[in-house]
DNA sequence: CGGGCACTTGAATCATCTCAAGGTTTGTGG
DNA sequence: CCACAAACCTTGAGATGATTCAAGTGCCCG
């Protein structure tokens, strides 16, 4: 037992063999840059579904790296509701909302047993300081990171549910695509529940809408697995630019 | 004529006497920092109602601050139609969206006569780089406006015209004070088809609230005039946490 | 003075929500 | 291994807030 310990906490954290690298921070970055972001990287042990990485309010210390596993960001109203702002992929950073002024704030919390990264900002940033390119990347990062939310933005503005709920799948794919996975059959990581609370619809709209694009042979659905039958219907069916499709990512990173 | 030109170009771009220090990148730049930056920075000729600082696609060259006016940024859908992504007031940043892939991915359109300060971005990154201080400043507004887009993303996320028209003029009222003006009594500078398009309503609806709220006796509306008659109550109807009302700010910039 | 634009108001329609009930899966304890 | 509870999902019927369509007013600008 105690070995199994010893041997996790011994494991090297090495972007250059990550296979998120090119989705991740260390896009871009040099041999050696590398080498001094690995060093600052820290590994804390699986996050098991529904345990939150932090809350918002928590003291804002890092960043987090998504190694494996899935993620929804929210905030909490005042009657104890959610809002989701986003889910989360491997290779999204999370928590770039809590920089400006040194607080999280949303709360990031696991769909299913999850790996993360966690990246101490104050290091990160005394490094960036002296890495013109990794500061760099960290500015790409949260500019697009801005660039996703207008998308979001987008969806949300005048869609009817169906719209929305297409859009949402096609963007999901997407992503999952880019991590290797397949496009076509997937398992979705959150709720009914979840995905109406994301794009502002109730979870029984939802739940109607997964069925019409069934019986509309757009989609094959079972509980949580779902299997894209006509992927060019479905983009037909969500309205909008495939840009739009293509970029539409998650929401703000707590 | 001719002088007159050349005078204006003349105009040294001073930040440490700007007004509007406190809300731009200047905030918590020392003096050496500052006349640094104040060495990069152009300022264009003013922008007339309906003039676009950049466009959708633009290739991304600067920043901009904005000195005075107002200006909405948005894309086209591909019925042509705009979706409304932020309207922005005196200090505010421009263009954050682009920096990500080069490409300005929204228009900034004036809403009346505004006036900029540009900071080519090239120039602003090589300054950064050398400024750790300038450097933190760009990292937490890139982050605000993450945080901020979370905030909309609240408002539009399930609540009814009421709610998200209350919650926008308060937010208004909350940015114009923090920019010296009244908060009780502005001007709109926006159509009511852009605060609908805004809130994801139509035009009617926002016309029909503004109504019910001078019925209500919360405000007095003459067109583009708003007084504010009853601030809690207006609160009240927002129906959320004045940690919302307060923090919420424009959408993503363009 | 006239034309256009922004805005207001009304009535009917419609998409989504709400409320309610039933079904399935998963996990837990006996 | 079974019974049971909890969580999740589906489906239906009725209610409703917002939209759509339509008409009309007032203001600004040429």
């Known amino acids: 037992m105690s070995t199994t310990v010893i041997d996790f906490l011994a494991i090297k954290i090495a972007c250059r063999q990550c296979s998120l690298q090119q989705l991740c921070i260390p896009q871009g970055l040099d041999q050696t840059d590398l080498e001094q972001l690995e060093t600052l990287i820290e590994r804390p042990s699986p996050v098991q579904r529904g345990q939150r990485l932090f809350r918002e309010g928590d003291r804002f210390r890092s960043l987090y790296a998504l190694r494996s596993g899935s993620f929804k960001t929210y905030c909490l109203g005042e009657d104890g509701s ?70 979001i933005l987008l969806l949300l503005g005048d869609r009817t549910a169906q719209e929305r709920l297409a859009a949402f799948l096609l963007n999901l794919v997407q992503r999952l695509g880019k991590r290797g996975l397949s496009t076509r059959e997937f398992n979705l990581s959150m709720t009914r529940q979840d995905i109406a609370n994301y794009l502002g619809l109730t979870l029984e709209t939802v739940s109607r ?35 739009f499709t293509s970029s539409l990512g998650p929401s703000p990173q707590g």
């Open 209 to 243: 809408t997964f069925t019409q694009f069934q019986k509309d042979g757009l989609l094959q659905v079972d509980r949580r697995l779902v299997r894209i039958l006509d992927r060019s219907g479905l983009t037909t069916v969500a309205g909008c630019s495939s840009d």
């Open 82 to 151: 959610e809002k989701i702002f986003g889910f989360h992929l491997p290779g999204e950073l999370l928590g770039l909302a809590g920089v400006g002024d040194g607080r999280h704030r949303a709360t990031a919390s696991a769909l299913e047993t999850s790996s993360v990264c966690e990246l101490p900002f104050d290091r990160l940033q005394k490094l960036a300081d002296q890495l013109p390119s990794l500061n760099h990347q960290l500015q790409r990062i949260m500019s697009r990171a801005i660039a996703r939310d207008q998308e």
